[in-house]
Structure formats: C-alpha cells, structure tokens
T-cell receptor, first 112, second 115 residues
Framework: EPEVTQTPSHQVTQMGQEVILRCVPISNHLYFYWYRQILGQKVEFLVS????????KSEIFDDQFSVERPDGSNFTLKIRSTKLEDSAMYFC??????????FGPGTRLTVL | AQSVTQLGSHVSVSEGALVLLRCNYSSSVPPYLFWYVQYPNQGLQLLLKYTTGATLVKGINGFEAEFKKSETSFHLTKPSAHMSDAAEYFCAVILYTGTASKLTFGTGTRLQVTL
C-alpha cells in the first residue's frame, strides 16, 4: 500500500541553524501539507501546497518557513533560522483530492 | 471557522469493555470528519472518515463512528477493547471546498487498556 515517507526521522540542530525536512508524498496525490505537534500538544496545521504554490498557511508559518516541491516526488519544509520553540514533531501529509489526508511517520526536530 | 472538542484527555477501559471516545465539532457548513490514531513514536494513521452518505462509518481494527448532525458529534466506539488499542486518538474536521483544505484537530484522547 502506498505511503508517505519522511526523512530524517530525527533531526538535532543548534539554534539559528537552517534545517530541511523532506517528504515523499503518495505518488498520485496532488495536495501536500505540513503539520507540527509540539510535545504534549495537539497537531497544528502549518501549510498546504497545490499546483506548485501555497494555497493556505497558518500564523505559525512565518517568513522563517518555506516549502518547495523541487522535483516530481519530493516535498520539503525549510526552517531558515531555527528557534528553541521550533522543537516539535513535523508531519507531512498528502491527499489526492484535497479531502482525506494521509500522514507520514514524522520528523522529530530538536533545537538545542 | 471550524473547531473540534474531545472530551476526556485520558480514557481507561478494561480489555473486552466498550470503548467510547467523544468528539464534538463546530462548523458553519457540513464538515468532513476524521479519526486518526497515533501509536507511541509513530505517525498519524487514518482510522475512519465521514464525508457524505451513511452516517455510521466503519473503520479499521473494529472501530466505528456515527455522525450526528443534531448533536454535532462524531463519537468513536469499539465494542470490545484490545490491549493493542492503547494509543492516542485524534478527531479532526475539515471544511472541504474542493481545494486543499486544512485539518483542524482536537487535543487528543489517550486510551489506556487494562487487563
């Protein structure tokens, strides 16, 4: 069964450093998303992406964040200058029609 | 704007007992509703969904949920709990407008199953 994959599973970085989180969505899906879950809190929407552009973003998704689909298979989330409060589990999701979303296993980001 | 309320951050049941996890939503238009399960150190797995049609939906692992518009609820049930059901369960709502739509999640309910 097709599934969303994410790399790395765990990323440790120093405050102020740039990180790129990678996702490979399900191959015939057209809609892509990033969510995050701070430890002990609920899952929060960050951004949705369709037709090579951002379709919606949350207040969390400020200028430090960017997304890209550099080729036909990868979908990336970049954080330019990480802060302590960016420590969280980041989930990528994809959807064929923009309704039912399928999630990857997540990347745990730890900012020191 | 839509929102989701999950009553009970922790629910404990005995193995073999009924599981009932509560979810109420707020939405100005007919919502699409989902339950996701998160096992320890894993991602979010789709358990079941309601989009249109039959209000009682069945999912994986013997779970089902009923959409009740009059009560704005989408409670998750399973007749007989198994130890392997221990996990965190998230209810989520989407306003599907034909384009990419974000999921809004509840705060989650941690299910504990005891012998």
């Amino acid at each position: 069964e097709p599934e969303v994959t994410q790399t790395p599973s765990h990323q440790v970085t120093q405050m102020g450093q740039e990180v790129i989180l990678r996702c490979v969505p399900i191959s015939n899906h057209l809609y892509f998303y990033w969510y995050r879950q701070i430890l002990g809190q609920k899952v929060e929407f960050l951004v949705s992406f369709y037709n090579n552009e951002i379709s919606e973003k949350s207040e969390i998704f400020d200028d430090q964040f960017s997304v890209e689909r550099p080729d036909g298979s990868n979908f990336t989330l970049k954080i330019r200058s990480t802060k302590l409060e960016d420590s969280a589990m980041y989930f990528c999701a994809s959807s064929q029609r923009g309704d039912t979303q399928y999630f990857g296993p997540g990347t745990r980001l730890t900012v020191l | 704007a839509q929102s989701v309320t999950q009553l009970g951050s922790h629910v404990s049941v005995s193995e073999g007992a009924l599981v009932l996890l509560r979810c109420n939503y707020s939405s100005s238009v007919p919502p699409y509703l989902f339950w996701y399960v998160q096992y320890p150190n894993q991602g979010l797995q789709l358990l079941l969904k309601y989009t249109t049609g039959a209000t009682l939906v069945k999912g994986i692992n013997g779970f089902e949920a009923e959409f009740k518009k009059s009560e704005t609820s989408f409670h998750l049930t399973k007749p007989s709990a198994h130890m392997s059901d221990a996990a965190e369960y998230f209810c989520a709502v989407i306003l599907y407008t034909g384009t990419a739509s974000k999921l809004t999640f509840g705060t989650g309910t941690r299910l504990q199953v005891t012998l």
